[in-house]
T-cell receptor, first 113, second 113 residues
Framework: EAQVTQNPRYLITVTGKKLTVTCSQN?????MSWYRQDPGLGLRQIYY???????DKGDVPEGYKVSRKEKRNFPLILESPSPNQTSLYFC????????????FGQGTRLTVV | DQQVKQNSPSLSVQEGRISILNCDYT??????FLWYKKYPAEGPTFLIS?????DKNEDGRFTVFLNKSAKHLSLHIVPSQPGDSAVYFC????????????FGTGTRLKVLA
């Protein structure tokens, strides 16, 4: 089944404790991205990757890192999480950056206390 | 600066009637518009798109209309079904060196049986 898988689905952590949210897709898509969803703000792009070893900042990259060592995986790293990073996170992939249809993971609800 | 706006946070419609979800945008350089549907505890799923050179696109019960002069698009669902109850996100694509997708804040549709 074609899918984007994120883990974990839920995470409560403390300020400053490094964490990684994993994202994996099985569709051989070139383009992957991370979004965060906050009330009243819609989905905002954090980082994106156009292919292996090619990543770039989205609209809200501060406090986040990503890597794309393999085509299927695109982890989101929070080196020192802060409470303002409490949010709902979505990973998405599409065949190419120009593809209008993106496939989203189920989301990761992160709480930083 | 919200370039894509969904001014109605929620909408209730009777089963069998038409649902109309609206979206306004400010940037005339958007070249594609998309609608995504999101159920609770799931990621958004792609619903329908329209190119900026068209004014209508239809897929089964779903039709998207684009009015470029008013910078307005709408999603019509006819007839509405209880399973259509979800949050609907409008999104727009912009090319500025690479493709960016800008999402609205979403409209929660409730279809009453």
């Amino acid at each position: 089944e074609a899918q984007v898988t994120q883990n974990p689905r839920y995470l409560i952590t403390v300020t400053g404790k490094k964490l990684t949210v994993t994202c994996s897709q099985n569709m051989n898509h070139e383009y992957m991205s991370w979004y965060r969803q906050d009330p009243g703000l819609g989905l905002r792009q954090i980082y994106y990757s156009m292919n292996v070893e090619v990543t770039d900042k989205g609209d809200v990259p501060e406090g986040y890192k990503v890597s794309r060592k393999e085509k299927r995986n695109f982890p989101l790293i929070l080196e020192s999480p802060s409470p303002n990073q409490t949010s709902l996170y979505f990973c998405a992939s599409s065949l190419k950056v120009s593809s209008t249809e993106a496939f989203f993971g189920q989301g990761t609800r992160l709480t930083v206390v | 600066d919200q370039q894509v706006k969904q001014n109605s946070p929620s909408l209730s419609v009777q089963e069998g009637r038409i649902s109309i979800l609206n979206c306004d945008y400010t940037n005339s350089m958007f070249d594609y518009f998309l609608w995504y549907k999101k159920y609770p505890a799931e990621g958004p799923t792609f619903l329908i798109s329209i190119s900026s050179i068209k004014d209508k696109n239809e897929d089964g019960r779903f039709t998207v209309f684009l009015n470029k002069s008013a910078k307005h698009l709408s999603l019509h669902i006819v007839p509405s079904q209880p399973g259509d109850s979800a949050v609907y996100f409008c999104a727009a694509r912009l090319y500025s060196g690479t493709y960016k997708y800008i999402f609205g804040t979403g409209t929660r549709l409730k279809v009453l049986a």
